[in-house]
């Protein structure tokens, strides 16, 4: 795979002529860093203005909004409705972008609020594919883990079918990592995520990075509660080489379904994960 690349911004907006820009697809990883956050800065831009007509330029066919409330608009619905970003000026806000191959991702964030944008390239030049609103907790989860212990799905099977190697090699690589989940096994749980692991959840009051979340495995083991995540309602994979994006639904064993925005990457000939982001779906009926 091209090598990963990454970069810390902090915004600055650009001027209208960059909304109607073209970004050649045949670059190198190390040149596609300046077109991401380009084509990234001129949405951002574009929603602030309400300019549909900017939008439907950038957006890939497949696009969908899924805002703080865990709502996902699809492209149309986006376009005929401008919806309104959760930050607001974005400017001053902590922003991170990583290269993954023909897929880049940009995390922007303020205060509890976070933004999750998967830009992808296609024939035509970078599109935007996935925007992933979640609005974190004020104060830290009382609970300690789901209480289940068994794990069918998605441990043992999910309702979603391969369509290639790839994506099987994905739902093996998930299947075991959730498998050490729900064992409070760190070390067979680790293999299976990304060192620049991230987790951004409307269940927990901060980001979780790798190690936060293998502390989290440790004191589960230690305490013996039942940590089986939540089954898989269904998933969606759109593949890019050596990225995969997911997007999941779930349903807890108790409380509202999460929507939730993965990103794969193959490294070292294995299917790791290296983004997560969980928005719970406030207008649902929980369970």
């Not at 830009?119 to 996935?130: A, D, E, I, M």
């Amino acid at each position: 795979m091209r090598a990963q690349t990454g970069r810390i911004f902090t915004f600055a907006f650009l001027s209208a002529a960059t909304l109607s820009f073209v970004i050649s697809p045949n670059m190198t990883a190390a040149e596609n860093d300046a077109p991401v956050m380009l084509a990234d800065r001129a949405f951002v831009q574009a929603v602030s203005k309400g300019d549909a007509a900017a939008l439907g330029k950038m957006l890939d066919a497949e696009f969908t909004w899924t805002d703080t409330e865990g709502k996902t608009l699809m492209g149309e619905e986006v376009l005929r409705a401008v919806p309104k970003d959760a930050l607001g000026d974005e400017s001053g806000a902590e922003v991170s972008e990583r290269t993954y191959g023909q897929v880049g991702a940009v995390n922007v964030g303020r205060g509890k609020v976070h933004i999750l944008r998967m830009w992808v390239q296609r024939p035509g030049g970078w599109r935007l594919l996935v925007y992933h609103e979640v609005k974190q907790l004020e104060q830290p989860s009382t609970s300690a883990g789901s209480g289940v212990k068994d794990c069918e799905n998605p441990c043992k099977m999910v309702p979603f079918k391969p369509a290639n190697e790839a994506e099987a090699a994905i739902i093996a690589s998930w299947q075991a990592l959730e498998t050490g989940v729900t064992a409070h096994d760190a070390e067979a749980w680790a293999p299976h995520i990304a060192d620049e692991f991230v987790q951004i959840s409307s269940n927990s009051d901060h980001p979780i990075s790798k190690a936060g979340r293998i502390e989290t495995l440790n004191k589960q083991k230690a305490s013996g509660v039942g940590s089986a995540p939540a089954p898989l309602v269904s998933a969606k994979m759109f593949d890019f080489g050596d990225a995969v994006i997911m997007t999941c639904l779930h349903q807890p064993y108790s409380g509202k379904p999460i929507h939730v925005s993965r990103l794969w990457i193959k490294r070292d000939g294995k299917w790791i994960m290296s983004i997560s982001y969980q928005t719970t779906i406030q207008a649902a009926v929980a369970k």
